[in-house]
């Protein structure tokens, strides 16, 4: 029996690192509250809290000044980004100093796997080895989205492990949903599932057998921070492909997820040009449709597990019951 999770860390994804720039300011929500996001003249992702300390006018409304600091719209006072402190006044006379206690409120931000996180509680220190160890690097071919689903944050973390063709958008591949290969497992901290996968056909659809069946989906989920690395594996263990999804609850029934793909079938050994080829034709997306009928009909029956409310033994009998009903 797997102990029953705690899930929810202070990160959250707010935002794809290549939407975070030295020039426009970015306005996110988080959680309830707003953050003005920049990055500052060194390149440092920061974020602010998005509200003046003068008369509350909206810090990303305002523009980034040489110096990579953020200055309102308003009257031009004008913000830095590590410390949250105001260093500018426009109107101060030659003689007047900015009062050292001037400043919007700071927040930890750090970017991984080409997402940025955003650290939000208050009553803790920030700490980044609370996010997962990921050895991810998407390149520059590696493509990345974002989505807002209607769909409660955990719904959308559970039906990653039950469902994931529900909640994604594939094209080169399909995903089998049902055919599990092996029990869940865990792996340096990730929660594991392994499920059949296809290269999509041309030509409409067929009855597959397992034999059709040469690739392998696999799950990782990160049971503290819902972060979950997708890998796509061939018949010889060779990593094709594989996404970085985080995803955060933006209202009780509203998740937003960020994802980053990285293509690894361009890395040694190189791939015959066949295989390549199909590697070429695979996209895989969070998808923000999401068939709440087929949703209605799929059986916990990993993430059941992975919360500790079901054993093995009831998974395989499930399967078993779904086979005979079949
Ligand atoms: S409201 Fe920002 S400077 Fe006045």
Redesign the pocket.
């Known amino acids: 029996m797997i102990d029953r999770q705690k899930l929810g860390s202070s990160w959250h994804p707010v935002a794809l690192s290549s939407e975070i720039s030295g020039s426009v300011p970015l306005a996110r929500q988080c959680r309830g509250r707003e953050y003005v996001l920049f990055r500052d003249r060194k390149g440092v992702a920061r974020a602010l809290e998005d509200r003046?300390?003068?008369?509350?006018?909206p810090?990303s409304m305002?523009q980034i000044n040489d110096a990579g600091q953020i200055?309102?719209?308003?009257?031009?006072?004008t913000f830095e980004g590590d410390s949250g402190r105001c260093v500018a006044?426009?109107n101060l006379g030659k003689n007047e100093a900015v009062p050292g206690d001037y400043r919007v409120e700071k927040y930890p931000l750090v970017e991984k796997w080409g997402l940025a996180f955003l650290w939000v509680d208050a009553g803790k220190e920030a700490d980044e080895n609370l996010l997962p160890k990921l050895d991810f690097k998407a390149g520059k071919q590696g493509s990345e989205g974002e989505a807002l689903l209607t769909l409660p944050w955990r719904a959308f973390v559970d039906t990653l492990l039950d469902a994931p063709s529900l909640v994604l958008a594939e094209k080169g591949m399909s995903i089998i949903d049902d055919h599990l290969l092996g029990e869940p497992f865990r792996e340096d901290g990730w929660f594991v599932v392994e499920r059949a996968a296809t290269w999509s056909r041309r030509g409409g659809k067929r009855k597959l057998v397992p034999a059709d069946y040469p690739l392998v989906f696999r799950t990782r989920l990160d049971s503290f921070t819902g972060i979950a690395c997708l890998e796509l594996v061939d018949e010889g263990n060779r990593l094709l492909f594989s996404v970085v999804i985080a995803s955060v609850p933006v209202t009780g029934t509203v998740t937003a997820a960020y994802w980053r793909v990285a293509r690894q079938y361009r890395s040694e050994p190189a791939l015959d040009g066949k295989l390549a080829d199909k590697c070429r034709s695979i996209e895989l997306a969070v998808s923000d449709k999401v068939d709440a009928r087929r949703l209605l009909q799929v059986h916990p029956y990993v993430s059941g597990y992975w919360r500790g409310d079901i054993n093995v033994y009831s998974i395989e009998q499930a399967s078993a019951r779904k086979g005979k009903a079949s």
Request: net charge positive.
């Open positions: 003046c300390a003068h008369r509350r006018a810090l305002g200055q309102c719209p308003y009257h031009g006072w006044i426009p």
